[in-house]
């Protein structure tokens, strides 16, 4: 009889364990979208866009798909690349990279959207979707102004300022210690002849 209660607390015991083992087999996808400015000696400026795609999960995922439409036609000209790309398998623990380069046309300040990054997993048959950091604000074709460069010097200073500071002190303080004083030179010169 005492059998009977340990049988159905292990048939529970093992289904528990394996939605947990379940739960722990999924893949974990992390996409990661940057973006940077290159100004060229012509006065134009690309923008060179990199999306990474990392799988952080223990199984692999297949087909997958990532679209990046957040870059308007009419402020941005394509010249490297293409803003989608595919992949047929993503090994867990791996990860793909995609870039591409754009030319500003206009000067702006521009909000890009995440990009958007589908597939499959083996245990699920509906398509999943995954979302990559979102690019700051760019500033295309931006004149860069005296208030820039004052800008640049106070966070150096704020940022730096303390070190200067004390290396500005320990030279004062060895100048001091090791320059002869006009008084002992004086003395020293009465006391030869």
């Known amino acids: 009889m005492a059998t009977a209660p340990l049988i159905i607390f292990t048939i529970f015991a093992l289904f528990g364990v394996s939605s947990l083992t379940a739960a722990a087999e999924t893949p974990f996808v992390v996409a990661h979208k940057k973006a940077s400015l290159l100004k ?14 990392y799988n952080h999960g223990s199984l692999a995922i297949y087909d997958v798909n990532l679209t990046d439409d957040s870059w308007s036609t009419e402020i941005f000209d ?13 090994d867990a623990g791996s990860h793909v990279s995609h870039t591409f380069e754009l030319e500003s046309k206009v000067q702006t300040t521009y909000y890009s959207a995440p990009a958007v990054i589908t597939y499959r997993i083996p245990t699920k048959s509906r398509l999943q979707v995954a979302y990559s950091t979102p690019v700051p604000a760019l500033e295309t ?3 860069k102004t005296v208030a820039y460069k004052l800008d640049l010097a106070k966070k150096l200073l704020a940022q730096y300022g303390s070190h200067f500071s004390l290396g500005l ?9 090791f320059s002869p004083s006009a008084k002992s030179s004086a003395g020293n010169a009465k006391k030869r002849h």
């Open 40 to 53: 060229l000696k012509s006065g134009t400026e690309r923008v060179s866009v990199s999306i990474d795609v």
């Open 78 to 90: 394509f010249m490297a690349g293409n803003t989608f790309n595919s992949w047929e398998k993503l």
């Open 141 to 143: 074709l931006a004149e």
């Open 169 to 177: 002190i320990v030279y004062l303080f060895v100048r001091i210690i």
